[in-house]
């Protein structure tokens, strides 16, 4: 699997406002949210639908109020499979034509936020089957995977760049926010590349 790493620097509460990553399917509805989202199973978390049961790039809010946008999942050229936990990158995104395509293989991303490649399209709540459709999520509270380590344990607060699965913390100059930690992880194990979930505030689309 080819990873690259990226290192993101953050001025301290720097978080870059991404609202206006909406779906048009939203129309006059001044929210950006779509009403009439189908959820198989009800948690959109585990979502593997063998065809699409949404228009692709829909925003939904559930009611835990966590923000999912609905995508097709590629696990792209090294068959990177999916994780929970795990990020996502912009595979093939076409608002003009309803793709919104998404893989797990860090190196297929493209840049789409003004000049930060591979920056996150969202996580992945469960494990997702390649070209299935599921929901990422973009906003609120969730798990998030991350092999980043800072003395063996990451401080509440600290904010997230994310390339693959190699989550940077972000202390210095400037880059995009993704995700920002709520609890200490006093239970960190191991050093990278061991992945180990983290409790997050996922920034991607503001909840």
């Not at 912009?90 to 591979?118: E, R």
Request: some cysteine; hydrophobic content about 40%.
């Amino acid at each position: 699997m080819r990873r690259a790493r990226l290192t993101l620097r953050l001025e301290p509460n720097e978080m870059r406002d991404l609202s206006y990553i909406r779906s048009w399917f939203a129309g006059s509805n001044p929210s950006g949210f779509y009403h009439g989202a189908v959820v198989t199973g009800g948690d959109p978390r585990t979502v593997n639908d063998p065809a699409p049961r949404n228009p692709l790039g829909i925003l939904y809010r559930h009611w835990d109020g966590n923000v999912y946008r609905y995508v097709k999942f590629d696990w792209g050229t090294d068959h990177v499979a999916a994780m929970a936990g795990g990020c996502v990158h912009w595979k093939q995104l076409s608002y003009a034509n309803g793709v919104f395509t998404v893989t797990s293989d860090a190196s297929d991303g493209f840049d789409i936020y003004y000049g930060h490649l591979n920056d996150a399209a969202g996580f992945l709540g469960g494990v997702v089957t390649n070209s299935c459709y599921c929901w990422a999520q973009v906003g609120g509270i969730g798990m998030v995977l991350t092999d980043e380590t800072d003395g063996g344990q990451l401080n509440a607060g600290v904010l997230f760049g994310s390339n693959g699965y190699d989550s940077v913390v972000s202390t210095g100059s400037s880059g995009l926010a993704v995700a920002q930690l709520i609890v200490n992880g006093s239970d960190w194990t191991g050093d990278s590349p061991v992945l180990n979930p983290v409790q997050a505030r996922i920034l991607i689309v503001p909840a």
